[in-house]
């Protein structure tokens, strides 16, 4: 059976099965829109019912940094949000361990609890999704 | 895997991240303003030359000649055209944009 969703025929038993998704955080939260965006995504993925993890890498690391404060910049802080994300059953955050290093920061300065990886094991978690989506 | 970077080894270090987080028997495809990480004694050669062996290096050809580096590749590096992109995007189970 299919049934219809726009034009596009989604196969019942594909459209069941529930798919590895890595949204991959590679930005600094507030220089561009993509953090932000991002995490958008994630809260509208999680309607979805999917296996869904965030990965931090590079400068991605800064968006999880506990004590932003942008009233001065006149900007939404929305750091908080990861912390609600357990909320919304998206409970796998994993962090780039050299990324982290990199820019002086540890777990310590981080708002929620995260999986601190090597560079093999993110390799390997990322190279198992179904589905991997880039901010 | 396949990777896709997008930009200039001089403007970000996008490339470095995903040389370090692509494991043995993935592919890495070069387009846009990456391809210029495919050329010789470029600031990421050594990084590129390192990886070849382990990891499938693509450069994709009318970015490569849009900027006139053809002559400058480096060895190992493969040129495929936009078919041959649609082919990797195909032949690999998942996709990681370096953006």
Redesign the interface.
Known sequence: MTESTGGIEVEEETAGRVKKFMFVNRKAPYGTIYALEGLEVVLISAAFDQDVSLAFVDDGVYELVKGQATKGIDVKNFSPTYRALEGYDIEKLYVDAESLKARGLTEENLIVPVEVLSNEEMADLMAGQDVVISF | ?LHIVNKSPYQT??LE?CL????AG?AILLIEDGVYAATRDNIAAAGIKAAIGSVSVYALSPDVEARGVNNLLLDGVKLVDYGGFVDLVAEH???????
């Open positions: 895997m270090r996008n991240s370090r987080l692509a494991k993935s189970a998942n996709t990681q944009s370096w953006l």
